[in-house]
Structures are given as structure tokens and as C-alpha cells.
């Protein structure tokens, strides 16, 4: 089994959302205050106050646009990944600040999620939009979208369903890079046929104990659970 990462875009209601509504107001109050200052100047025979009025609409409405593109190329592209990717549910395994957006001065949480694809542990980076990790326990449930190399987690998804080989989605033991070869071995335990990475270990479908092998191939006594 191997495990590959994947970096994702977030869900509906996500930063991006919050980018594209603030990158909006920042353009609007630019011209508002901008064009106001411009307008106040030429009434005054004020050149420097022109001046200063145009360098605030440009900066203003400038940084406005550039965020209010981003935001809205990032909830197109979460959108269509919502319609049109291929389901999957996952485990949340930890957490992650999203510095991009803060809520009451505290960071955004992205979540890692690692869920089956062709019998392959993924893992993905989901962003929420939210501070508060309580409502995003560890071990929970949720269901991600998947389209194009690209994922979303579903709004609302989150709960406590048990899902396939979910012992292996929350085992730290995987590293990524010590997963390039596995081998298949007995079961110490109640003999059934697993393959297990090398120097790594797994929990066995059949008997819930977990099965180590060490790098050279060998098996480890297993711990019962």
C-alpha cells in the first residue's frame, strides 16, 4: 500500500469566498473615497489632492481586484470540483494553520485527510474557513470531491461513520517516504495474507492486530489491540 500526497482547494464558504467579498469592498470604498478626493480637488484647484486621490483609487481598487480575482478563481474551481468529482470518504488525521485568512486573530484550520483511492492511502489538504478544531475531531469521518487532481471537502459532511481500512488511514507508522516496496506475509497472529510496507507496519483486517515488518523483510511481533 502506498500513500501519495494531494494539495487541495477548500470547501464553499471557504477563504476564498471571504477573499473574493473583501477584495469586492476594498475596490468599492477605493472609488467611493478615491473619486470623492478627485472630485474635491478639482472644486479646490487642489492638484496635489488630485494626485493623492487617483494613487488611492489605483492602490486601492488594484489590491481589491488582485484578491477578488483570486477568491473567485478559487470558489469556480471548488464549485466544479463539487460537481463534478468523484466521491470519497476520509478520515481527518491532523491539522494544519491556514495563515491566509484569520478569524478573532486566530488562524484557519486546514485539514489532512486520508482516504482510499484504488486501494492507495491518499492524503489531502482541505481548507475550512474555521479557527475551531472542535468541530473537526480527529478520527472523524467526512467526504471529499475529487476531480481533475484536485479536491473539496463536501460542506456538512462531517461524522463519526466507521469506513474501510480505517485503522491504516489513521496509522502514523505510514511515511510516505519509506513506502516504496511492501511485502506479503502471514498474519503472526491469525494467519491471514496482508502485505505490509517495509519498516512499517499495519493493522490486520481480519484480527485487529498490528503486523510490523522490518526494513529487511522480517516480521515483528504484532501488539494486540
Do not use: W
Amino acid at each position: 500500500m502506498t500513500r501519495t500526497s494531494l494539495e487541495v482547494s477548500g470547501p464553499a464558504g471557504s477563504p476564498m469566498k471571504i477573499m473574493f467579498y473583501l477584495g469586492i469592498l476594498f475596490v468599492v470604498l477605493g472609488a467611493i473615497i478615491g473619486l470623492s478626493g478627485v472630485a474635491m480637488s478639482v472644486s479646490l484647484h487642489e492638484p496635489e489632492m488630485m494626485l493623492f486621490g487617483v494613487l488611492f483609487v489605483a492602490i486601492f481598487c488594484g489590491v481589491g481586484g488582485f484578491f477578488a480575482k483570486i477568491g473567485h478563481d478559487g470558489m469556480h474551481e471548488t464549485d466544479a470540483v463539487l460537481q463534478q468529482g468523484a466521491s470519497y470518504l476520509g478520515k481527518i488525521y491532523d491539522y494544519e494553520p491556514d495563515y491566509r485568512v484569520t478569524m478573532n486573530g486566530q488562524p484557519c484550520i486546514t485539514l489532512v485527510v486520508r482516504y482510499l483511492m484504488s486501494g492507495q492511502v491518499r492524503e489531502a489538504r482541505v481548507t475550512t474557513g474555521e479557527s475551531n478544531v472542535a468541530n473537526y475531531p480527529r478520527g472523524a469521518t467526512v467526504s471529499i470531491k475529487v476531480h481533475d487532481g484536485v479536491a473539496a471537502l463536501v460542506p456538512g459532511s462531517v461524522c463519526d461513520l466507521h469506513i474501510e481500512q480505517e485503522d491504516d488511514l489513521m496509522n502514523p507508522d505510514f511515511d510516505p517516504s519509506g513506502m516504496m516496496s511492501s511485502i506479503g506475509i502471514s498474519c503472526p497472529n491469525c494467519g491471514a495474507n496482508i502485505t505490509v510496507p517495509l519498516g512499517m507496519s499495519r493493522f490486520c483486517p481480519y484480527c485487529n492486530s498490528k503486523v510490523s515488518v522490518a526494513a529487511d523483510g522480517k516480521p515483528q511481533v504484532p501488539a494486540s489491540r
